[in-house]
Each structure stands twice: as C-alpha cells, then as structure tokens.
Antibody, heavy 127, light 110 residues
Framework: QVQLVESGGGVVQPGGSLRLSCVASGFLFDDYGMHWVRQAPGKGLEWVAF????????YYGDSVKGRFTISRDNSKNTVLLQMDSLRIDDTGVYYCAKDSARIAGQIGPHYYYMDVWGKGTTVTVSS | QTVVTQEPSFSVSPGGTVTLTCGLS?????????PSWYQQTPGQAPRTLIYSTNSRYSGVPDRFSGSILGNKAALTITGAQADDESDYYC??????????FGGGTKLTVL
C-alpha cells in the first residue's frame, strides 16, 4: 500500500540545521509532487513546501522561504527538507504528504490536494 | 498575506448535523481554489476527507460532504458520531504552487 515514512527529526539549537527525509513506497514516486506540512505544538497545520514530480520547481511558505530547501532523490524514492537558520518557532511535527496529481495533471486531472500522509517526525528547536 | 478562516470550535450532538466553513480574510472561496478538507485526531497524522470542493476521498463515509455556501467552502457532517470528534482543516490552493491551511476547527460531539 502507499506509505510515507519520515525521519531525521531531533533537537537542535536556534540557528542550527537539520535535514528531514521522507521515504515513499507503494506508488510511482517519480510521477508525483511531494509536500511538507508542519504543526507547532498545540497549533494548526501549516503548509511548508511543495516540489514538483521532476524536482525542477520548488515552492515555499512565507515563513520558511530562504531558509528551507525541498529536494528529492527519485532513485531512492525520497523527498528531503533541508532546514537552515532554524528558529524556535520552527518547532513542531513535520509531515510529508503526497500530491494527488500524477505528473502535474498531465496524466489524469489535477485537483490540488494532498492525498496520502506520513506519520510525521518531530523537530525541536531549543537552546 | 492570505488568511484562511475557520471557526475555532463547534459542537454537535450525536446524530446531528454540523456545517464547518472555510473562508478568506479578503475575497470569496470558490471551486477555483480547489478547497480540500482534512480530519486530525490528537497525536495522529491528518486524514484526507474531501477534495476539489465536494469529492469524497476513497473510504470516507458519505456522511461527510463538501460544498460552497455563499462565499465560503463548507464541510457538512450528517449524523455525527462520537469518533467524528476531531480537528478539521481546510486547505485552499492559491495558485503558483502555493497552498494555505485554515486555522482548523475543533469539533466536539456531545
């Protein structure tokens, strides 16, 4: 079945860096865009970043733009989130999610939603 | 800055019907923003419920439905059950590869 497994979370000091990984299985990873979504403790969900199926276009939420980088290694069915210049308010659970559209809507329709979610990995930024 | 608005909390009686809404701080929500809805219980990952305004995701019971009501997207739960007690989030696609979540609605079934 379709599965996403995140890893790489941990405790880091403000200003530090961390790299999250999400390994996908059960679908043609190369054909789908991937998202990162986060949730601060006791708060709501926040969209962080999106990477197209071919890795050529990346998009970011305003709060992480210029500090986070989303990338993918299709040979390893993995999407990455490199987080630099971390701040205390980056603390939270980070989920990766599969975009619903296959090859950006070139095969089938594009309805612009996240259809499958991982269980998340926890990032704590603290001194 | 785009702000997607949701009711912070709502309550419904078991068996009752509740409609949660998803609006914009400036402007109207239409189907062209492809509103989608997600359910999340504490400590769990989100679960996809509704996409493209009113399409039910695979395996989602038909007591969940989506629509546009006035200038907002809406999620209606008909015949609410105890295990519907969760947080519900809408997401709007703003174009240009950007998505924005609403703040979420905490639904209590009592």
């Amino acid at each position: 079945q379709v599965q996403l497994v995140e890893s790489g979370g941990g405790v880091v000091q403000p200003g530090g860096s961390l790299r999250l990984s999400c390994v996908a299985s059960g679908f043609l990873f190369d054909d789908y865009g991937m998202h990162w979504v986060r949730q601060a403790p006791g708060k709501g969900l926040e969209w962080v970043a999106f990477l197209r199926y071919n890795g050529r276009s990346q998009y970011y939420g305003d709060s992480v733009k210029g500090r986070f980088t989303i990338s993918r290694d299709n040979s390893k069915n993995t999407v990455l989130l490199q987080m630099d210049s971390l701040r205390i308010d980056d603390t939270g659970v980070y989920y990766c999610a599969k975009d619903s559209a296959r090859i950006a809507g070139q095969i089938g329709p594009h309805y612009y939603y996240m259809d499958v979610w991982g269980k998340g990995t926890t990032v704590t930024v603290s001194s | 800055q785009t702000v997607v608005t949701q009711e912070p909390s709502f309550s419904v009686s078991p068996g009752g019907t509740v409609t949660l809404t998803c609006g914009l701080s400036s402007g109207s929500v239409s189907s062209s923003l492809y509103p989608s809805w997600y359910q999340q219980t504490p400590g769990q990952a989100p679960r996809t419920l509704i996409y493209s305004t009113n399409s039910r995701y695979s395996g989602v019971p038909d007591r969940f439905s989506g629509s546009i009501l006035g200038n907002k997207a809406a999620l209606t739960i008909t015949g609410a059950q105890a295990d519907d007690e969760s947080d519900y989030y809408c997401v709007l696609y703003m174009g240009g590869g950007i998505w924005v979540f609403g703040g979420g609605t905490k639904l209590t079934v009592l």
